[in-house]
Nanobody, 130 residues
Framework: QVQLAESGGGLVQAGDSLSLSCAAS????????MGWFRQAPGKEREFVAA????????YYAESVKDRFTISRDNAENTMYLTMNRLMPEDTAVYYC???????????????????????WGQGTQVTVSS
């Protein structure tokens, strides 16, 4: 059982930056895909970004592309999400997730559905004021 723990959320103003972390309870594997999702009140959980643990590839939702950066530290079993130029519409609970792929080089555009991820963190609130 993999446990994930997010941290780094908070209240910021529009235009500010914020970084989130996701620590995994065990080492990651070459066929692991990790992602960030978010859920605003009254809305469905939506994909934000994903990263393949071994191939160093990344994929972003259009709404955050060029503003957010996903990265990971294999040695620390930790994934990060750096968010720049935050906007009020970025306000949500942010979740990290872990899923398995059948290859060490998965096509990350195929990993935008929450149903493809097996483990989830408890979420961290990000609030952006205008």
């Amino acid at each position: 059982q993999v446990q994930l723990a997010e941290s780094g959320g908070g209240l910021v103003q529009a235009g500010d930056s914020l970084s989130l972390s996701c620590a995994a309870s065990q080492r990651t594997y070459s066929n692991c895909v990790m992602g960030w999702f978010r859920q605003a009140p009254g809305k469905e959980r939506e994909f934000v970004a994903a990263i393949s643990w071994s191939a160093h590839t990344t994929y972003y939702a259009e709404s955050v592309k060029d503003r957010f950066t996903i990265s990971r530290d294999n040695a620390e079993n930790t994934m990060y999400l750096t968010m720049n130029r935050l906007m009020p519409e970025d306000t949500a609970v942010y979740y990290c997730a872990w899923g398995w792929s059948n290859t060490a080089s998965p096509l990350l555009s195929n990993y935008v559905s929450p149903s493809l991820y097996n483990y989830w963190g408890q979420g961290t609130q990000v609030t952006v004021s205008s």
